[in-house]
Protein backbone atom coordinates (compact mmCIF):
# COMPACT_ATOMS: atom_id res chain seq x y z
CA UNK A 1 0.00 0.00 0.00
CA UNK A 2 1.91 3.30 -1.05
CA UNK A 3 0.87 6.56 0.60
CA UNK A 4 -1.07 9.20 -1.10
CA UNK A 5 -0.26 12.71 -0.48
CA UNK A 6 -2.05 16.04 -1.83
CA UNK A 7 0.06 18.76 -2.25
CA UNK A 8 -1.94 21.94 -1.33
CA UNK A 9 -1.37 25.43 -0.77
CA UNK A 10 -1.82 29.16 -2.35
CA UNK A 11 -0.20 30.09 -5.58
CA UNK A 12 3.62 31.41 -5.56
CA UNK A 13 4.44 29.51 -1.73
CA UNK A 14 6.99 26.90 -2.77
CA UNK A 15 4.27 23.80 -3.75
CA UNK A 16 5.76 22.71 -7.25
CA UNK A 17 9.81 23.18 -5.49
CA UNK A 18 8.63 20.96 -2.58
CA UNK A 19 7.22 18.73 -5.22
CA UNK A 20 10.46 18.35 -7.46
CA UNK A 21 12.59 17.91 -4.10
CA UNK A 22 11.21 14.92 -3.15
CA UNK A 23 9.45 13.58 -6.48
CA UNK A 24 11.14 11.50 -9.19
CA UNK A 25 9.15 13.66 -12.17
CA UNK A 26 10.02 17.25 -12.66
CA UNK A 27 7.30 19.97 -12.64
CA UNK A 28 7.93 23.64 -14.28
CA UNK A 29 7.76 26.44 -11.51
CA UNK A 30 6.81 29.62 -12.28
CA UNK A 31 6.68 33.38 -10.56
CA UNK A 32 3.10 33.91 -12.48
CA UNK A 33 0.05 33.33 -10.84
CA UNK A 34 -2.27 31.02 -11.98
CA UNK A 35 0.33 29.14 -14.88
CA UNK A 36 -0.20 25.90 -13.59
CA UNK A 37 -3.17 23.99 -15.84
CA UNK A 38 -2.96 20.70 -14.34
CA UNK A 39 -1.69 18.81 -11.04
CA UNK A 40 1.38 17.49 -11.07
CA UNK A 41 1.46 13.76 -10.04
CA UNK A 42 5.02 12.43 -9.25
CA UNK A 43 6.59 9.17 -6.61
CA UNK A 44 9.07 9.66 -4.11
CA UNK A 45 10.91 7.32 -2.04
CA UNK A 46 10.57 6.70 1.69
CA UNK A 47 13.54 7.58 3.63
CA UNK A 48 14.58 4.28 5.22
CA UNK A 49 18.58 3.82 6.56
CA UNK A 50 17.36 -0.23 7.93
CA UNK A 51 16.78 -0.79 4.42
CA UNK A 52 20.31 0.10 2.86
CA UNK A 53 21.84 -1.80 6.20
CA UNK A 54 20.07 -5.15 5.23
CA UNK A 55 21.31 -4.26 2.07
CA UNK A 56 24.70 -4.42 2.96
CA UNK A 57 24.11 -7.80 4.46
CA UNK A 58 22.24 -10.10 2.15
CA UNK A 59 23.50 -8.60 -0.91
CA UNK A 60 20.33 -8.96 -2.92
CA UNK A 61 20.82 -8.20 -7.18
CA UNK A 62 18.54 -4.78 -6.23
CA UNK A 63 16.66 -3.11 -3.36
CA UNK A 64 13.81 -1.33 -3.65
CA UNK A 65 12.24 1.54 -0.81
CA UNK A 66 8.61 1.88 0.13
CA UNK A 67 7.38 4.77 -1.97
CA UNK A 68 4.89 7.76 -1.52
CA UNK A 69 2.72 8.73 -3.83
CA UNK A 70 2.66 12.75 -4.54
CA UNK A 71 -0.39 14.79 -6.51
CA UNK A 72 0.74 18.64 -6.11
CA UNK A 73 -2.27 20.70 -6.75
CA UNK A 74 -2.28 24.03 -9.12
CA UNK A 75 -1.99 27.15 -6.04
CA UNK A 76 -5.35 27.96 -5.34
CA UNK A 77 -6.68 31.89 -4.35
CA UNK A 78 -9.15 33.28 -2.70
CA UNK A 79 -12.49 32.74 -4.34
CA UNK A 80 -11.61 29.27 -5.92
CA UNK A 81 -15.20 28.21 -5.43
CA UNK A 82 -16.35 31.25 -7.31
CA UNK A 83 -13.99 30.32 -10.02
CA UNK A 84 -11.19 32.52 -9.44
CA UNK A 85 -7.57 31.27 -10.59
CA UNK A 86 -7.46 27.81 -11.33
CA UNK A 87 -11.46 27.15 -9.59
CA UNK A 88 -11.87 24.09 -7.44
CA UNK A 89 -11.78 21.90 -10.63
CA UNK A 90 -8.02 20.24 -9.28
CA UNK A 91 -9.50 19.49 -5.90
CA UNK A 92 -10.74 16.32 -6.95
CA UNK A 93 -7.19 15.16 -7.36
CA UNK A 94 -6.73 15.01 -4.25
CA UNK A 95 -9.89 13.63 -2.66
CA UNK A 96 -8.34 10.17 -2.85
CA UNK A 97 -5.28 11.57 -1.29
CA UNK A 98 -4.30 9.75 2.28
CA UNK A 99 -2.96 12.77 3.91
CA UNK A 100 -2.69 16.16 2.93
CA UNK A 101 0.92 18.69 3.14
CA UNK A 102 -0.18 22.67 3.21
CA UNK A 103 2.53 24.33 2.29
CA UNK A 104 2.43 28.19 3.35
CA UNK A 105 4.53 30.69 2.35
CA UNK A 106 6.93 32.34 5.43
CA UNK A 107 9.63 34.39 3.67
CA UNK A 108 10.09 37.54 2.17
CA UNK A 109 10.80 37.94 -0.96
CA UNK A 110 10.45 41.46 -2.81
CA UNK A 111 10.48 39.82 -6.47
CA UNK A 112 7.90 37.51 -5.51
CA UNK A 113 4.78 39.26 -4.59
CA UNK A 114 2.71 37.16 -2.64
CA UNK A 115 -1.03 36.57 -4.65
CA UNK A 116 -2.78 38.49 -1.45
CA UNK A 117 -0.18 41.68 -1.24
CA UNK A 118 1.38 40.85 1.61
CA UNK A 119 2.99 37.86 3.74
CA UNK A 120 0.90 35.84 6.60
CA UNK A 121 1.10 32.31 6.61
CA UNK A 122 -2.16 31.80 9.63
CA UNK A 123 -3.86 34.26 6.77
CA UNK A 124 -3.39 31.88 4.25
CA UNK A 125 -3.58 28.65 6.46
CA UNK A 126 -7.31 29.93 7.46
CA UNK A 127 -8.26 30.81 3.22
CA UNK A 128 -7.34 27.65 1.99
CA UNK A 129 -9.12 26.05 5.09
CA UNK A 130 -12.04 28.12 3.67
CA UNK A 131 -11.99 26.37 -0.09
CA UNK A 132 -11.29 22.88 1.28
CA UNK A 133 -14.46 23.55 3.65
CA UNK A 134 -16.66 25.06 1.21
CA UNK A 135 -16.31 21.91 -1.17
CA UNK A 136 -16.97 19.53 1.70
CA UNK A 137 -20.05 21.48 2.31
CA UNK A 138 -21.48 20.86 -0.94
CA UNK A 139 -20.82 17.13 -0.65
CA UNK A 140 -22.43 17.14 2.80
CA UNK A 141 -25.51 19.12 1.26
CA UNK A 142 -25.77 16.75 -1.75
CA UNK A 143 -25.73 13.32 0.50
CA UNK A 144 -28.06 15.20 2.89
CA UNK A 145 -30.84 15.89 -0.45
CA UNK A 146 -30.21 12.20 -1.42
CA UNK A 147 -30.90 11.06 2.22
CA UNK A 148 -33.94 13.00 2.54
CA UNK A 149 -35.39 11.71 -0.84
CA UNK A 150 -34.76 7.85 0.32
CA UNK A 151 -36.65 8.85 3.77
CA UNK A 152 -39.75 10.14 1.87
CA UNK A 153 -39.47 6.77 -0.31
CA UNK A 154 -40.06 4.81 3.23
CA UNK A 155 -36.86 4.16 4.33
CA UNK A 156 -36.63 5.24 7.73
CA UNK A 157 -33.14 4.02 9.00
CA UNK A 158 -31.73 7.42 6.92
CA UNK A 159 -33.32 9.59 9.33
CA UNK A 160 -30.30 8.67 11.46
CA UNK A 161 -27.74 9.58 8.82
CA UNK A 162 -29.45 12.96 8.18
CA UNK A 163 -29.27 14.39 11.95
CA UNK A 164 -25.58 13.01 11.83
CA UNK A 165 -24.51 14.71 8.12
CA UNK A 166 -26.75 17.83 9.79
CA UNK A 167 -23.95 18.45 12.57
CA UNK A 168 -21.27 18.11 10.30
CA UNK A 169 -22.84 20.51 8.04
CA UNK A 170 -23.40 22.78 11.14
CA UNK A 171 -19.53 22.62 11.56
CA UNK A 172 -18.27 23.30 8.51
CA UNK A 173 -20.21 27.04 7.90
CA UNK A 174 -18.58 27.19 11.52
CA UNK A 175 -15.32 27.75 9.06
CA UNK A 176 -14.34 24.22 11.13
CA UNK A 177 -12.86 21.21 9.51
CA UNK A 178 -14.67 18.00 9.72
CA UNK A 179 -11.31 16.01 11.31
CA UNK A 180 -12.21 18.24 14.43
CA UNK A 181 -15.35 16.61 15.16
CA UNK A 182 -15.55 13.34 17.54
CA UNK A 183 -17.29 10.74 15.81
CA UNK A 184 -17.37 6.74 16.34
CA UNK A 185 -15.73 5.04 13.46
CA UNK A 186 -18.78 3.59 13.00
CA UNK A 187 -20.26 6.60 12.08
CA UNK A 188 -17.47 7.41 9.75
CA UNK A 189 -18.13 4.55 7.68
CA UNK A 190 -21.52 4.49 7.64
CA UNK A 191 -21.94 8.08 6.50
CA UNK A 192 -18.63 9.74 5.49
CA UNK A 193 -16.19 6.86 3.67
CA UNK A 194 -17.67 7.51 0.28
CA UNK A 195 -17.56 11.57 0.29
CA UNK A 196 -13.81 11.22 0.44
CA UNK A 197 -13.78 14.85 2.64
CA UNK A 198 -10.63 17.20 2.11
CA UNK A 199 -11.19 18.53 5.63
CA UNK A 200 -11.74 15.30 6.99
CA UNK A 201 -7.86 14.34 6.07
CA UNK A 202 -4.69 14.39 8.32
CA UNK A 203 -2.56 17.48 7.34
CA UNK A 204 1.12 18.63 7.76
CA UNK A 205 1.75 22.00 7.90
CA UNK A 206 5.14 22.97 5.90
CA UNK A 207 6.65 26.67 6.45
CA UNK A 208 8.84 27.03 3.23
CA UNK A 209 11.35 29.45 4.93
CA UNK A 210 14.13 31.17 3.80
CA UNK A 211 17.58 30.00 3.90
CA UNK A 212 18.52 31.77 6.75
CA UNK A 213 15.40 30.22 8.82
CA UNK A 214 16.18 26.92 7.44
CA UNK A 215 17.36 25.16 11.55
CA UNK A 216 15.11 27.54 13.72
CA UNK A 217 12.16 29.30 11.35
CA UNK A 218 11.48 32.62 11.99
CA UNK A 219 8.52 35.32 13.16
CA UNK A 220 5.83 33.63 10.71
CA UNK A 221 6.67 30.18 11.80
CA UNK A 222 6.13 31.14 15.00
CA UNK A 223 2.64 32.89 14.39
CA UNK A 224 1.58 29.71 12.29
CA UNK A 225 2.35 26.97 15.10
CA UNK A 226 1.16 28.80 17.48
CA UNK A 227 -2.31 29.10 15.29
CA UNK A 228 -2.28 25.31 14.71
CA UNK A 229 -1.16 24.34 18.64
CA UNK A 230 -4.77 22.85 18.98
CA UNK A 231 -4.42 20.05 16.07
CA UNK A 232 -3.44 17.32 15.86
CA UNK A 233 -0.75 18.37 13.32
CA UNK A 234 2.97 18.71 13.01
CA UNK A 235 4.53 21.96 11.68
CA UNK A 236 7.72 21.51 9.35
CA UNK A 237 10.23 23.98 8.51
CA UNK A 238 12.14 23.39 4.91
CA UNK A 239 13.68 26.19 2.98
CA UNK A 240 12.42 25.00 -0.44
CA UNK A 241 14.87 26.77 -2.31
CA UNK A 242 18.01 25.15 -0.36
CA UNK A 243 16.56 21.80 -0.30
CA UNK A 244 15.74 22.52 -4.26
CA UNK A 245 19.74 23.06 -4.91
CA UNK A 246 20.38 19.88 -2.72
CA UNK A 247 18.18 17.75 -4.49
CA UNK A 248 20.01 18.50 -7.79
CA UNK A 249 23.12 17.57 -6.54
CA UNK A 250 23.65 13.98 -8.40
CA UNK A 251 26.29 12.40 -5.24
CA UNK A 252 25.14 11.70 -1.96
CA UNK A 253 28.40 12.69 -0.82
CA UNK A 254 28.16 16.24 -2.26
CA UNK A 255 24.79 16.43 -0.65
CA UNK A 256 25.58 15.59 2.56
CA UNK A 257 28.32 18.20 2.42
CA UNK A 258 25.73 21.02 1.46
CA UNK A 259 23.55 19.33 4.48
CA UNK A 260 26.51 20.16 7.10
CA UNK A 261 27.49 23.19 5.43
CA UNK A 262 23.74 24.59 5.89
CA UNK A 263 24.05 23.09 9.99
CA UNK A 264 21.28 20.61 8.64
CA UNK A 265 21.62 17.02 9.76
CA UNK A 266 19.10 15.25 6.75
CA UNK A 267 16.76 17.50 4.12
CA UNK A 268 13.55 18.63 5.90
CA UNK A 269 11.80 16.61 2.99
CA UNK A 270 12.97 13.36 5.48
CA UNK A 271 11.13 14.60 8.20
CA UNK A 272 8.17 15.38 6.33
CA UNK A 273 7.79 11.78 4.88
CA UNK A 274 8.68 10.47 8.26
CA UNK A 275 5.85 12.94 9.89
CA UNK A 276 3.01 11.39 7.04
CA UNK A 277 3.97 8.50 8.17
CA UNK A 278 3.34 8.60 11.74
CA UNK A 279 0.63 11.07 11.08
CA UNK A 280 -1.69 7.63 9.75
CA UNK A 281 -0.33 5.40 11.58
CA UNK A 282 2.04 3.45 9.25
CA UNK A 283 5.12 1.63 9.76
CA UNK A 284 6.77 -0.60 7.53
CA UNK A 285 8.23 -4.30 7.44
CA UNK A 286 10.88 -5.60 5.14
CA UNK A 287 11.79 -8.81 2.65
CA UNK A 288 15.46 -9.79 1.80
CA UNK A 289 16.83 -12.33 -0.49
CA UNK A 290 19.11 -13.11 -3.18
CA UNK A 291 16.83 -11.39 -5.78
CA UNK A 292 15.42 -8.30 -3.99
CA UNK A 293 15.45 -6.39 -0.13
CA UNK A 294 12.21 -4.42 0.04
CA UNK A 295 10.58 -2.29 2.14
CA UNK A 296 6.53 -2.11 2.46
CA UNK A 297 4.65 -0.15 3.88
CA UNK A 298 1.46 -1.24 5.56
CA UNK A 299 -0.69 0.04 8.81
CA UNK A 300 0.53 -0.59 12.81
CA UNK A 301 -1.68 -3.63 13.52
CA UNK A 302 -1.68 -5.16 10.66
CA UNK A 303 -1.71 -9.08 10.79
CA UNK A 304 1.13 -11.26 8.96
CA UNK A 305 -1.54 -12.62 6.65
CA UNK A 306 -2.97 -9.08 6.00
CA UNK A 307 0.91 -7.83 5.72
CA UNK A 308 1.17 -10.77 3.16
CA UNK A 309 -1.38 -9.01 0.95
CA UNK A 310 0.35 -5.69 0.39
CA UNK A 311 3.05 -7.73 -1.32
CA UNK A 312 0.80 -10.12 -3.66
CA UNK A 313 -3.10 -10.95 -3.21
CA UNK A 314 -2.43 -14.71 -3.97
CA UNK A 315 0.23 -14.42 -0.89
CA UNK A 316 -2.19 -13.27 1.61
CA UNK A 317 -5.02 -16.43 0.16
CA UNK A 318 -2.88 -18.87 0.67
CA UNK A 319 -0.92 -17.60 3.51
CA UNK A 320 0.45 -20.78 5.17
CA UNK A 321 2.90 -18.88 7.76
CA UNK A 322 5.11 -16.47 8.04
CA UNK A 323 9.25 -16.34 9.08
CA UNK A 324 10.08 -13.61 11.09
CA UNK A 325 13.26 -12.06 12.14
CA UNK A 326 13.88 -8.60 13.54
CA UNK A 327 16.09 -5.95 11.77
CA UNK A 328 17.57 -5.28 15.34
CA UNK A 329 18.67 -9.54 15.08
CA UNK A 330 19.79 -9.47 12.13
CA UNK A 331 22.14 -6.66 12.12
CA UNK A 332 23.79 -8.05 15.62
CA UNK A 333 24.14 -11.26 13.82
CA UNK A 334 24.91 -10.69 10.81
CA UNK A 335 22.85 -13.22 9.27
CA UNK A 336 20.00 -15.29 9.02
CA UNK A 337 21.72 -18.47 9.90
CA UNK A 338 23.32 -16.76 12.97
CA UNK A 339 19.74 -15.22 14.02
CA UNK A 340 18.25 -18.69 13.64
CA UNK A 341 21.42 -19.99 15.69
CA UNK A 342 20.68 -17.56 18.57
CA UNK A 343 16.87 -18.88 18.71
CA UNK A 344 15.72 -15.05 17.53
CA UNK A 345 13.99 -16.43 14.28
CA UNK A 346 10.74 -17.03 14.67
CA UNK A 347 7.21 -19.22 13.02
CA UNK A 348 4.17 -16.86 13.38
CA UNK A 349 0.70 -17.31 12.30
CA UNK A 350 -2.02 -15.91 10.23
CA UNK A 351 -2.70 -13.31 13.48
CA UNK A 352 0.70 -12.42 14.49
CA UNK A 353 0.57 -8.56 14.21
CA UNK A 354 3.59 -7.46 12.36
CA UNK A 355 5.80 -4.67 14.22
CA UNK A 356 7.99 -2.34 12.59
CA UNK A 357 11.36 -3.81 10.75
CA UNK A 358 10.19 -7.18 10.75
CA UNK A 359 12.28 -9.01 8.22
CA UNK A 360 9.47 -11.71 6.85
CA UNK A 361 9.36 -14.18 4.55
CA UNK A 362 6.04 -15.29 3.61
CA UNK A 363 5.42 -19.19 2.97
CA UNK A 364 1.78 -19.72 1.11
CA UNK A 365 0.49 -22.25 -1.14
CA UNK A 366 -2.78 -21.34 -3.89
Request: glycine share 6%; with cysteine.
Amino acid sequence: MALHCGIIGLTNVGKTTLFNCVSKTKAETSHFAFSATKSNVGMADVPDARLAEISKLVQPAKTVPATVNLVDLPGLAKGARHGEGVGNTFLTDVQKSNALIHVIRCFDDPLLPHVEGSIDPVRDKELIDLELQVRDLELIERKILRCEKLVKAGEKEEKSAIAFLKRIKEHLENFSNVRDVEMTEIEEELYLRDLFLLTMKPVIYVCNVDDASALYGNSYTEKLSEAVKNEKTEVIVVAGKLEAEIAELEHEDDRLLFLNDAGLKEPGINRLIRSAYQLLNLQSFFTAGPKEARAWTIKHGMTAQQAAGVIHSDLERGFIRAEVMTFDDLMRHKTEQAVKEAGKFRLEGKKYIVQDGDIMHIRFNV
